[in-house]
């Protein structure tokens, strides 16, 4: 695994107002006229047009909603973004969902994912190293098996053992084994959040 510099988007606050409402915009397609309509992504420029990768979170009262996102760039950064907002909303196994809770008094946040890049490791003490509290999202990969957390998480959890510990059990393997076959990357987060869904909700609906 070669280590290397995070690149994260230059996003900017315009362009991640610009993420918020068209994901509430696809998100009130579904809600009121059950259709699924998806930005055109030649209607924005560069980076919300390229390829990027980004999650989508809903929370209300400090309660999880829904959370889906996206590792890989594969769709342009504002089509994957509206696409997580609908699956965080309706399709996270985890939680009821957005139908179970009033909009009012519910957030979304989008986190922007910068490139993901290998963190140079021979034993779960150098993944340890060389993780950044407070900064790095980690992804690990093991035999078909991945998971990854948000930077947000280190506002939850106080040490790093304890955040690999969640992400190890989060794949479904036992915490603190390592061996050569662990591919463990770092990312990290562009966040812009809206407090109150009803309100961009009202606004992208007129």
Same mark, same amino acid.
């Given at each position: 695994?070669?280590? #290397?510099?995070?690149?994260?988007?230059?996003?900017?606050? @315009?362009?991640?107002?610009?993420?918020? $409402?068209? !994901? #509430?915009?696809?998100? !009130?397609?579904?809600?009121?006229?059950?259709?699924?309509?998806?930005?055109?992504?030649?209607?924005?420029?560069?980076?919300?047009?390229? *390829?990027?990768?980004?999650?989508?979170?809903?929370?209300? +009262? /400090?309660?999880?909603?829904?959370?889906?996102? %996206?590792? +890989?760039?594969?769709?342009?950064?504002?089509?994957? #973004?509206?696409?997580?907002?609908?699956? !965080?909303?309706? !399709?996270?196994?985890?939680? *009821?969902? $957005?139908?179970?809770? *009033?909009?009012?008094?519910? &957030?979304?946040?989008?986190?922007?994912?910068?490139?993901?890049?290998?963190?140079?490791? &021979?034993?779960?003490?150098?993944?340890?190293?060389?993780?950044? *509290?407070?900064?790095? /999202?980690?992804?690990?990969?093991?035999?078909?098996?991945?998971?990854?957390?948000?930077?947000?998480?280190?506002?939850?959890?106080? %040490?790093?053992?304890?955040?690999?510990?969640?992400?190890?059990? +989060?794949? /479904? $393997?036992?915490? @603190?084994?390592?061996?050569?076959?662990?591919?463990? %990357? @770092?990312?990290?987060?562009?966040?812009?959040?809206?407090?109150?869904? %009803?309100?961009?909700?009202?606004?992208?609906?007129?």
């Amino acid at each position: 695994m070669a280590d #290397a510099a995070v690149q994260t988007p230059e996003v900017g606050e @315009r362009r991640g107002h610009l993420l918020l $409402l068209s !994901a #509430a915009k696809t998100l !009130a397609a579904v809600l009121f006229d059950n259709e699924i309509v998806y930005p055109d992504p030649s209607a924005f420029d560069s980076p919300l047009s390229l *390829p990027g990768a980004s999650f989508v979170t809903y929370e209300h +009262k /400090g309660s999880l909603v829904g959370c889906i996102g %996206s590792i +890989k760039r594969e769709l342009p950064l504002v089509v994957d #973004a509206a696409r997580n907002a609908l699956l !965080a909303a309706f !399709a996270d196994p985890r939680t *009821p969902g $957005l139908t179970a809770v *009033p909009l009012d008094g519910t &957030s979304l946040k989008i986190s922007v994912l910068s490139e993901a890049v290998g963190i140079e490791a &021979s034993s779960f003490d150098d993944v340890v190293a060389a993780v950044r *509290p407070g900064v790095d /999202g980690l992804i690990v990969e093991y035999k078909g098996r991945r998971a990854t957390l948000l930077p947000a998480v280190w506002e939850k959890i106080d %040490s790093v053992e304890d955040f690999l510990d969640v992400l190890w059990k +989060k794949a /479904g $393997l036992q915490p @603190r084994y390592f061996d050569t076959g662990f591919v463990v %990357s @770092r990312y990290e987060t562009t966040e812009f959040c809206e407090p109150d869904l %009803s309100r961009l909700i009202r606004r992208v609906a007129l």
